[in-house]
């Protein structure tokens, strides 16, 4: 008997939260904020879905019902890619070492 | 583009997130890992369209929205100021959960272009994996702009009850099950608005009886929720990129959850059915006698300071809601002139989010290797001459070491009391979020300095 692909992807899934658990926990509290803000910035990556579905409508007809969600999910999601993203950027620039010739 | 490359790619993106997570294990390496966060993002946003293959009029509609939400959150992440930051991550955990409705929703009105059957046969597993991205979403969505409009002061950070509110919440939970059944039997289209309504209805309820200070562990849920909606969605659009960051998002966010919850000694349970302030006031009323405290003024401060050899400095949430971090920083570098090694010890729930004190610091130009947490520095309190207490209260208070009866009795805290002099710099005597005294307050070596904590710092300083 076949095996449903819906159980890889369960696996996939399964195996990703151990990865986050072990990853997540040699975060150095220090940079718990950044990991907020970058987490927020990656879980955007929904913006796919938000693509798939903006791209739906038939040949000629730009807005369907459908693809409308599409178009205001994708702005959603890009003000927090771009947002995430750079903010992240902008506090770690901030964490700098001690000077050296202290 | 062919469907088994285009899946390779997603899992090309996926790995990519999670290096930008391991990145953060030091800062030397967060850089780095902050780009590859952008690398994957741009891969799976590339491979989205290849794969769609739909170059037409409405490819132009989705670069045009792109730039629009792209230069909106640009915007904002320059703007910002670093104390707003809690506010900005409730606030964006807000538009994932509400991205994840809108998408849930397009692929319930347009099953077919997501390969899921056709309006009314939708495949039943596709359909409880929508119901429960949906649901979640918008859980996260109302519960962080509830969470926004506490951090930013627009509705009262105090916990808001009203009696039946658990039995309340747990009916509405009980009828997001039975409608996601339904759902599936009928496919009609109206219980699947009415599960979001619900949805939406009970993030509002679930965040709303939670205090200001247990922020913390709400937004860290919050954003474990996100991640939850995204895998959600994952599973819908069959898509391995967003079940891998669904799944990455969800255990950090729970994981900091739990982090926080244990720097308070609370269960997440207590910290979620509803805050300190509502259970324990009684406690506060009792010990009202007036007790001698010490007070002094900047003069004094800057004279303990001055011939001390080593300081430690406490900052909690006021330092942020003075903006004192900067006039911080100047104190610090004049004490360093005069040859005091100082050290900096951050609570893990000081502030208003996980991490929130070390980001004010480092915007302060205060060098990482001079900030420790708890367990680091905690022993050295002992052998400190002064520390240097400047808007954190709760995370200092002795009580939680010694009276059993308190209700923060088994909280860790800051050993300040061990210190050979203590200078708590705050406004007035007033308790903390706990409802409680402070008994540091009235400790023999404390020297309480009632004034802004910006102000003072800047008094101190000129007095150096």
Redesign the interface.
Known sequence: MEID??IF?LS???L??F???Y???????????????????????????????????S?GV?F????I???????????????????????????????KDK | MSANLSAIL?LV??VL??L???G????ET??Q??LF??I??VI??TV??LS?G?F????I??LI??????????F???R?P?TA?PE??AG??S??G???V??A???F??P???NLGIPGNIKL?SLIEMAIGAAVGAITFSGSVIAFLKLQGIMSGAPITFKGQHLCNALLLILIVILTIYLCSTQSSNLFWILIGVSFLIGFLIIIPIGGADMPVV??ML?SY??W???G?????????????????????A??SY?MCKGMNRSFFNVILGGFGATEQTTAGQSKEKRPVKSGNADDAAFLMKNASSVIIVPGYGMAVAQAQHALREMVDTLKKNDIKVSYA?H?VAGR????M??LL??A?V?????F?LEEINNDFANADVAFVIGANDVTNPVAKTDPQSPIYGMPVLDVEKCKSVLFVKRSLSPGYAGIDNDLFYKENTLMLFADAKKMTEDITKNL
């Open positions: 692909p819906f992807r996939i899934f399964i990703s939260i990865v986050g658990y990853v997540v926990w040699s975060v150095t509290p220090s940079l718990h904020t950044p990991l907020m803000s970058v987490t927020n910035a990656i879980s955007s990556v929904i913006i796919v879905g938000a693509i798939i579905a903006a791209l739906s409508g040949d730009v369907s019902s459908s693809s969600y599409g178009f205001l999910a994708i702005i959603l999601a890009a003000v927090n890619i771009f947002g995430g993203f750079l903010v992240t950027q902008r506090m770690l620039a901030m964490y700098k070492k001690k000077k | 997603y993106s996926g997130f999670i930008a997570l391991r953060l294990s030091s800062p967060s850089r890992g902050n966060g952008i994957g993002m799976a946003v989205t369209f769609v739909n037409s009029s409405g490819f509609y989705v929205f792109l730039a629009i939400g792209g230069s909106i959150g640009a904002i992440a320059y910002i670093m930051m900005l991550v964006f955990h538009l994932v509400l991205a994840a809108f998408v929703i397009s692929a009105i347009n077919a272009a997501f597993a937004i860290s954003n996100s991640g909606a995204a895998a969605i994952g599973f819908t659009l069959e898509n391995t990129a967003l079940i891998i960051t669904g799944a990455l998002v969800g255990s950090s966010g994981i900091l982090i951050i893990p989010m996980p991490g929130h070390n980001v480092a915007e130009n060098p990482y290797d001079e900030v947490e």
